[in-house]
Each structure stands twice: as C-alpha cells, then as structure tokens.
C-alpha cells in the first residue's frame, strides 16, 4: 500500500536550520510529483513547495522562497525539505504527499503522511 | 492571489444531507479537490477534479462544480463524516490553494 512517512522534525529557534525527510513506499516514486504542505495550530492547510518526478520543476510558496529547498532522492525513494532562516511562523506540522498531475495540470494531493511537527520558537 | 472562502461551519442532522460550498473567481474553469480531515489524523482526499471520488470513498460523497462555486455534498450523513472539509484548487499564478476550511457537524 502508498506509505509516505516524514521525519526530522522538532524544536528549533528563530534564525535555525531543519531538514524534513519523507520516505515513500507502495508505489512507483518517479512517476509522481511530490509535495510538502503544513498546518499551523488550529488552522487550515497551507501549500509549501512541490517537486516534479526529475526534480526538474519546483514551487514554492511565497513565504519560503530563498529560505526552504525541496529535493527528491529517486534511488531511495525520498523527498527532503530543507529549511533555513525559520521563523515562528512557520511552526507546523509538516505534510508530504503524492500529486498526481495529469493533463489538466491541476494538481491534487491523494496520500499524505502522518505529519511531523515543527516549532520554531526560543 | 487566488482565495477560496468556505463557510467556517456546516451542521446536518444523521441521514439528511449536507452541502459544503467553496467559493472563488471563475472556479467553475479550475479543478477542485476536497478533503476530509478528523482531529489527529491527516487529511484525505474524497473529491478530486470535481467530481471523481477515489477509491474506497463512500458513494454518499460528490461534487459539482460551476460558474464561481464548488459544492462538496454528502447524502445520507453519518455521524463518521464529522470532520473539517477543505477544497482545493490550483491557479496559474498562485499554484496551489486551498479553502479556509468547514466544520462539519452531525447532530
């Protein structure tokens, strides 16, 4: 079955570093785009950054260009999030998931991981 | 930017049915998901490109979609359906957006 299972998140202080790790399984890894999502404390959810299948294409939000880096490792079947400069906005919990994308390149997003939570905070 | 508004709630007896609106500029032209998510737990996905339910989403869930709002409804609602509700849709200039959110609460 599709798994996607994050990791690396935690406590960290306004100005630091993390990398999220998503680990995927149950399905052919390069035949997807994957994205990262977050949701803040008791709101909604939140568009970070999206990865094509070569890694050819990326997206980010707003918000997280120039500070977060999106990559994927095809060979081993992961995606990583690599964020500097955090912020206490950006406390969350941290989302990947599968996005198909056909050809109405409208992307959605049909499996999620659990979530890893991040806090940035002193 | 793009915005999507949806209601911030929605109740609904058990048995009857609910309707769960998003609303944005032209939605009827882009594509719109919607998904479901319990306290803890991760989102799912129940509609997607409109009205296509994945597999192993109840048939009590559709969606339509035209001029500029996206409606989720659940017929015959079950206390199990409680939960919050996003849409979401995707715009050329601002990728990928999502709706506010609706709770949803059967009563």
């Known amino acids: 079955q599709v798994l996607l299972v994050e990791s690396g998140g935690g406590l960290v202080k306004p100005g630091g570093s993390l990398r999220l790790s998503c680990a995927a399984s149950g399905f052919i890894f390069t035949d997807y785009h994957v994205t990262w999502l977050r949701q803040a404390p008791g709101k909604g959810l939140e568009f970070v950054s999206q990865i094509s299948p070569s890694g050819s294409t990326i997206s980010y939000v707003d918000s997280v260009k120039g500070r977060f880096t999106v990559s994927r490792d095809n060979a081993n079947n992961a995606l990583y999030l690599q964020m500097n400069s955090l912020r206490a906005e950006d406390s969350a919990v941290y989302y990947c998931?599968?996005?198909?994308?056909?050809?109405?390149?409208?992307?959605?997003?049909?499996?999620w991981g659990q979530g890893t939570p991040v806090t940035v905070s002193s | 930017s793009y915005e999507l508004t949806q209601p911030p709630s929605v109740s609904v007896s058990p048995g009857q049915t609910a309707s769960i609106t998003c609303s944005g500029d032209?939605?009827?032209?882009?594509?719109a998901s919607w998904y479901q998510q319990k306290p803890g737990q991760s989102p799912v996905l129940v509609i997607y490109?409109?009205?296509k339910r994945p597999s192993g989403i109840p048939e009590r869930f559709s969606g339509s979609n035209s001029g500029d709002t996206a409606t989720l409804t659940i017929s015959g609602t079950q206390p199990m359906d409680e939960g919050d509700y996003y849409c979401q849709a995707w715009d050329s200039i601002a990728d990928v957006v999502f709706g506010g959110g609706t709770t949803l609460t059967v009563l």
């Open positions: 490109q409109d009205t």
């Open positions: 998931a599968r996005t198909p994308l056909d050809t109405t390149m409208a992307p959605y997003f049909d499996y």
């Open positions: 032209k939605l009827g032209t882009k594509y």
